[in-house]
């Protein structure tokens, strides 16, 4: 999905990012240390929770995990948490977030690290720059920047260079090397292109093929030769297993592979990003409220979920990403995912949990920096009221979230002292 945002809206970010206050949530300060002080710790890797631990954060990182009565460290925030359980911070690993309140209900909703999915004029790339400067508390965004495609629309205004396809679309292996270029000057993080057209428009039929294997592969190696990695968005088997061939690192959707491409990806190491929140949001509004999109998603649905289930017993790695822009209608979300993929495809609560932390972490290559609770790491963090493990909703309504070390959200306590 991708909402139109006139590409000079990055300018106006990089002001806002330093003047814009969002009391309660985003706005970043030099934080002072913290305690979580007799909580219960899912660390997004093991199945076995720390119980009845203190976590102290200083300095944006987890600093140490240990005994209940932890020393508190001077001019600390301590937050009594006994029976409250902590995760790490959630991972959309497909979203088209691009403006500062969508980052705003993105880290609200419990996620602290984004990586994008290809929006108009470089607003990921400012976003994520303001992250990292301290103007804001997060997430921390892996930007794609300007989306590797036939029609890039308004995102053609993002660069001069790119003024030509104003007029005509991008094929050739010039052209494709060339955008990859540009996008690379601007600083992102990875490529976004496509295999096929999309699902989310009425007129266009997300089977059909969109680049070829050729073509494709003039996007990895361009890509490859400026350190990029690559994402492919791609529906129809054709234009995923051309994808898989060409060398991209992750599927984004998945829908329609067959055994033989699921094979190959698995041969190949491929991820999976099936955008699971999506066949949830088909006719619904804030998202795809299209009627024609309503019956699209009736078939698309059970397809993508048999695809997903295939994947998953062949052993393809597997990613959570929402497919968003978190518009104010919309309701796809990283948790709504996880609570899916265990109650509705049966997945292992664990497996599912870490498509949405340390696995996702992993895709992205910030497994170093995020994705788990583990000291040294930054600290993302979420507190919850039960064992995802055993209540995967639970993820759907965080009480304190913590960005980068920075309390953003905190509900607690419920009570009032006497």
Not at 33 to 54: I, K, Q, Y
Not at 58 to 72: F, M, N, Q, S, Y
Not at 311 to 327: E, K, M, Q
Request: avoid cysteine.
């Amino acid at each position: 999905m991708t909402r139109r945002v006139p590409a000079p809206v990055f300018v106006l970010l990089l002001i806002l990012a330093r003047a814009l206050t969002w009391p309660g949530s985003l706005e970043a300060q030099s934080s002072p240390p913290l305690v979580l002080r007799g909580v219960n710790v899912v660390d997004g890797v093991s199945s076995d929770p720390l119980m009845d631990v203190s976590v102290v954060v200083e300095d944006g990182r987890i600093r140490r995990i240990g005994p209940a009565d932890l020393a508190t460290p001077p001019g600390a925030v301590e937050l009594e948490l006994r029976g409250y359980w902590v995760v790490p911070g959630l991972v959309d690993a497909h979203s088209h977030l691009n403006t500062l309140s969508a980052a705003r209900r993105a880290l609200e909703s419990g996620v602290t690290t984004v990586r994008t999915a290809g929006v108009d004029g470089y607003a990921d790339v400012a976003i994520r720059d303001a992250v990292r400067r301290g103007a804001l508390s997060g997430p921390d965004i892996l930007a794609t920047g300007v989306y590797v495609t036939p029609d890039l629309g308004d995102g053609a205004l993002a660069d001069p260079r790119l003024y030509p396809f104003l007029t005509r679309a991008v094929e050739t292996e010039d052209d494709l090397r060339l955008l990859v270029g540009v996008n690379a000057d601007h600083g992102v993080d990875w490529i976004k292109t496509r295999g096929t057209e999309r699902a989310g428009l009425p007129e266009t039929d997300p089977r059909e093929q969109v680049y070829s294997r050729r073509q494709l592969r003039a996007v990895v190696d361009a890509a490859a030769e400026r350190g990029l990695r690559v994402a492919a968005h791609a529906h129809g088997d054709e234009g995923i297993r051309a994808a898989v061939m060409a060398g991209v690192t992750s599927v984004e959707h998945g829908t329609y592979a067959s055994e033989e491409t699921l094979l190959l990806m698995k041969e190949r190491g491929t991820w999976l990003v099936p955008t699971l929140s999506s066949v949830l949001s088909f006719g619904q509004p804030g998202d795809y409220s299209d009627p024609a999109l309503f019956l699209r998603g009736q078939h698309i649905a059970p397809r993508r979920v048999e695809m997903v289930a295939r994947a998953y017993a062949l052993g393809i790695p597997i990613v959570v990403g929402v497919d968003t822009d978190y518009g104010e209608g919309s309701t796809a979300r990283v948790s709504r995912a996880v609570t899916f993929m265990v109650e509705e495809l049966g997945f292992d609560p664990l497996y599912a949990l870490q498509a949405a932390t340390s696995r996702a972490a992993r895709l992205l290559g910030v497994e170093e920096r995020t994705g788990s609770v583990r000291e040294g790491l930054e600290a993302d963090l979420l507190v919850v009221d039960r064992n995802p493990l055993e209540h995967p909703r639970s993820l759907q309504d965080p009480l304190v979230i913590v960005s980068n070390g920075t309390v953003v959200v905190n509900r607690l306590p419920f009570g009032k002292p006497d």
